[in-house]
């Protein structure tokens, strides 16, 4: 069993910030990719951020130069520190993992329950 819990979100203000957190436990062999994604109301979900294991990063255009990915291997924990919050960021946060399960090692993505973030004045 594998569990993603967020935390971090909240109200904010435009030009504001925050920073999400997601730590992966349970019976995990290994993990490959962890990501960010976010879904607004009547659209569909996407990629915010990734980051492989050894660091490699990639980044949505929209949010490019305003947000950063980061994790901690040691903790399984991946976040995003989220700058210069525009209104059009609102959204349900989601976190992804690519990870290998014990004892099976079995490969799958994993997904956390979403943290709401709201950037309104």
């Known amino acids: 069993q594998v569990h993603l819990v967020e935390s971090g979100g909240g109200l904010v203000q435009p030009g504001g910030s925050l920073r999400l957190s997601c730590a992966a436990s349970?019976?995990?062999?290994?993990?490959?990719?962890m990501g960010w994604y976010r879904q607004a109301p009547g659209k569909l979900r996407e990629l915010v951020a990734v980051?492989?294991?050894?660091?490699?990063?990639n980044y949505a255009d929209s949010v490019k130069g305003r947000f950063a990915i980061s994790r901690d291997n040691d903790k399984n924990t991946v976040y995003l520190q989220m700058n210069s919050l525009k209104p059009e960021d609102t959204a349900i946060y989601y976190c992804?993992?690519?990870?290998?399960?014990?004892?099976?090692?079995?490969?799958?993505?994993?997904w956390g329950q979403g943290t709401q973030v709201t950037v309104s004045s």
């Open positions: 992804n993992a690519d990870l290998v399960t014990l004892p099976a090692k079995r490969r799958r993505d994993y």
């Open positions: 349970g019976s995990i062999f290994s993990i490959y990719a």
């Open positions: 980051i492989t294991s050894s660091g490699s990063t």
